[in-house]
């Protein structure tokens, strides 16, 4: 499976941005996709994931309430809509996507294909 991650950008704190993983394949709803992020000097770290088939969410605890993922089977695409966005969110955000659910679902190991990244800058 082939991802391509878009639509990081430059925003001010407060604001908001979409970002979008397509993918290659016409079965993007049975597979479990998820968003990393890493910041300059960080490990990467888990943002979010959406089972596939059932659609059930998981989140870390600093951006629930503010981001949500959703995906639209027509479209082979997931998305990742941020609010309320803070400086602390600044990072390269990645996607990625495996065949079958993984308990360790926020393990980036657990993953087999992934996007190239895309930059989210907030400024103070």
């Known amino acids: 499976v082939q991802l391509q991650a878009s639509g990081g950008g430059w925003v001010q704190t407060g604001g908001s941005l979409r970002l979008s993983c397509a993918a290659s394949?016409?079965?993007?709803?049975?597979?479990?996709v998820a968003w990393f992020r890493q910041a300059p000097g960080k490990e990467r770290e888990f943002v979010a994931a959406?089972?596939?088939?059932?659609?059930?969410?998981y989140y870390t605890d600093p951006v629930k309430g503010r981001f949500a993922i959703s995906r639209d089977n027509a479209k082979n695409t997931v998305y990742l809509q941020m609010n309320t966005l803070k400086p602390e969110d600044t990072a390269v955000y990645y996607c990625?996507?495996?065949?079958?659910?993984?308990?360790?679902?926020?393990?980036?190991?657990?993953?087999?294909?992934w996007g190239q990244g895309t930059q989210v800058t907030v400024s103070s």
């Open positions: 990625a996507a495996r065949q079958s659910w993984h308990i360790n679902y926020s393990y980036a190991t657990n993953y087999i294909s």
């Open positions: 394949v016409r079965t993007l709803y049975s597979l479990s």
């Open positions: 959406i089972r596939g088939n059932s659609g059930m969410t």
